[in-house]
């Protein structure tokens, strides 16, 4: 199964990867993103993976506190913990979680798509260091107990560039509503929904740039 998932991302990326890398003007960017959003948008697009937030999530509470502090979290070491450790373990139990659980400092993070602690370790610490601080995307949505003073704080974070998906329209808040998900408490999946509701190239071929 695995060499024929290994060989269908060959033939995408030799066809489809090909043409979408062409759209991208801005192709060294790092986008920091809550879950798993950015990892296949590198990858879909043929794009070097220029960020360690791929193929993990965060709850929302410890993302908005890694965005908020990128470069004392980026330079401080990364332990793994048990479910059991960890602050989320009832969430996560109910998930059926058993994937790999990073901490950094007082922060968590589920490294989802990830076969053993070392090769977490290992990806988190190679990504890190190509992280584009001149061109930052941060992404977040409202999963994983995110709350309306979680979209408020990412609101409020001072960023060039940021996109943030919610299920609701706010007034006061600037998201882009998944209305798919608009009878749900959160949006359930942002990466095969949003290109119908926001088109991601026309703002990355824009974006600002320090």
Not at 10 to 17: R, S, W
Not at 138 to 148: L, P, R
Not at 157 to 177: G, M, P, V, W
Request: include cysteine; proline fraction near 1%.
């Amino acid at each position: 199964m695995y060499k024929i998932k290994k060989y269908l991302l060959k033939i995408y990326k030799l066809t489809i990867g090909k043409v979408n890398y062409m759209r991208v003007k801005q192709k060294d960017i790092t986008i920091i993103s809550n879950n798993c959003w950015a990892g296949i948008f590198y990858r879909n697009n043929n794009l070097e993976y220029l960020s360690p937030t791929l193929g993990l999530f965060f709850m929302a509470n410890d993302y908005i506190k890694f965005i908020y502090n990128l470069k004392h979290y980026i330079d401080s070491d990364l332990k793994f913990i048990s479910i059991e450790e960890s602050k989320h373990k009832d969430y996560l139990k109910k998930l059926n979680y058993n994937s790999p659980i990073g901490k950094i400092d007082d922060i968590e993070i589920m490294f989802l798509h990830y076969g053993s602690e070392s090769e977490a370790f290992e990806k988190w610490e190679r990504r890190k260091k190509r992280i584009n601080w001149n061109k930052i995307i941060y992404k977040f949505s409202d999963q994983n107990m995110c709350t309306y003073e979680h979209l408020k704080k990412f609101n409020d974070f001072e960023a060039q560039n940021k996109i943030c998906f919610s299920t609701r329209k706010y007034k006061d808040l600037n998201t882009i509503q998944i209305k798919k998900y608009k009878n749900s408490e959160n949006v359930l999946d942002d990466i095969k929904t949003y290109k119908k509701y926001f088109n991601f190239y026309k703002f990355l071929n824009n974006m600002e740039v320090k």
